[in-house]
């Protein structure tokens, strides 16, 4: 299945008002779509052929785009902390970072997206990766275009 949403998943960092204006998925139409709980729209990396999920690998990845290097670095001393595989993708192609709509993108091994955003969280990157592996804060369902979703209360 291509393009399957995760949505109401208490282990994803959706983006503010995600839940409530997001757009119902339908199994015969795949659009590109970065949002945490979507998959991570692939593509070519480099000139000798690597994708974006050759490159991720069964890690997790965080795909930077700009900005500066203190979201990289709390991800990765956090993932170093707990002893998960984790990769670093720098990609300078504009039309992805257009397609991705955020400096920095956390991917799951399953190659869904799980956070995204410019800066972190005040809680930082720790309170990402907790979220992201089931550590998280209570969870709480809420109505979504009559559909019931699960997120976690912050």
Not at 18 to 42: F, I, K, M, S, V
Not at 66 to 74: H, I, K, L, T, Y
Not at 83 to 95: R, S
Request: hydrophobic residues 35%.
């Amino acid at each position: 299945m291509f393009g399957g949403e995760q949505l109401g998943s208490g282990v994803l960092w959706y983006d503010q008002n995600q839940l409530t204006e997001e757009t119902p998925w339908h199994p015969d139409r795949y659009e590109d779509d970065p949002r945490p709980g979507h998959r991570a729209p692939d593509g070519y990396v480099d000139p000798w052929g690597d994708t974006l999920y050759d490159r991720i690998g069964n890690a997790f990845g965080l795909l930077v785009f700009g900005g500066g290097r203190e979201v990289e670095r709390a991800f990765v001393a956090e993932a170093g902390g707990r002893g998960l595989p984790f990769t670093v993708v720098h990609l300078t192609d504009e039309p992805a970072r257009r397609l991705y709509g955020a400096d920095h993108v956390l991917v799951r091994p399953d190659q869904h997206v799980a956070w995204r955003g410019g800066q972190l969280p005040p809680a930082g990157a720790g309170a990402v990766l907790d979220r992201v592996l089931g550590h998280a804060a209570p969870t709480t369902t809420v109505a979504t275009k009559g559909v019931p979703h699960v997120h976690a209360v912050r």
